[in-house]
């Protein structure tokens, strides 16, 4: 794997000053784990379930009132029980992105298991969707990760706080700042799959 380091301006396509992309952490409560009394704090439980019970519903409706496409980063066990949430997430015509099965500690992982983390919510993504997905955020990463989001072909992470394209032969993967002052990728490099929403020039 070899790092590419981005240093020139930016120049966006057709007169364009700036692009902004939507992304929602969809997780509902896989983040939430038990308490050293082996139990699930049920009212953080609660808190994280309320996104895909009901705020994933209010913000497709904004999104579509407003004609705005997003990207929501979606825990394959969050896409494996509620279908629903996740199909109208792909007919609204947004992108859905990878954020963990169980949204697991990356760093506390084996290669080989955060690999199987990997593999296992594309499947799941996929399985829901019918579409692979080609992003992927973690809240957590390992000296790993980019390896392996390689491995699995994905075109993008915002995982890092980095500013780096992975490229490994004829691939290359764009590292979005996962607390961006500026965004710093070419217009050539980002991959057409993102939804992002134009600005008006001027
Ligand atoms: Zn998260």
């Keep these: 794997m070899q790092e590419l380091h ?5 120049n966006w396509p057709d007169g364009y000053r700036m692009a902004v992309v939507l992304t929602f952490d969809f997780q509902g409560g896989e983040d939430v784990k038990p308490d050293k009394n082996g139990k699930i704090n049920h009212e953080e439980w609660t808190q994280g379930e309320y996104g895909p019970q009901t705020g994933i519903w209010r913000i497709l409706r904004i999104l579509d009132e407003t004609g705005v496409k997003g990207t929501f980063l979606t825990c394959g066990a969050i896409a494996e029980r509620y279908p629903e949430a996740i199909k109208a997430i792909a007919q609204g015509g947004h992108e ?5 099965y169980h949204h697991e500690v990356a760093r506390d992982l084996t290669q080989d298991e955060e690999r199987e983390v990997m593999r296992k919510t594309i499947e799941m ?3 829901r969707s019918g579409k692979r997905p080609v992003g992927w955020r973690s809240c957590t990463q390992s000296p790993n990760s980019l390896k ?3 491995e699995h072909g994905f075109l993008w992470t915002a995982i890092h706080s980095l500013m780096i394209f992975p490229s490994s032969g004829k691939k290359t993967m764009v590292c979005w700042p996962s ?3 500026t965004l710093l990728v070419t217009a050539e490099s980002i991959p057409t799959e993102i939804p992002a929403t134009p600005m008006t020039p001027g």
């Design 96 to 100: 859905i992105a990878g954020h963990g």
């Design 125 to 127: 993504i996929e399985k």
């Design 6 to 10: 981005f240093r020139e301006k930016i």
């Design 179 to 181: 607390c961006p002052d």
């Design 148 to 150: 392996l989001l390689m």
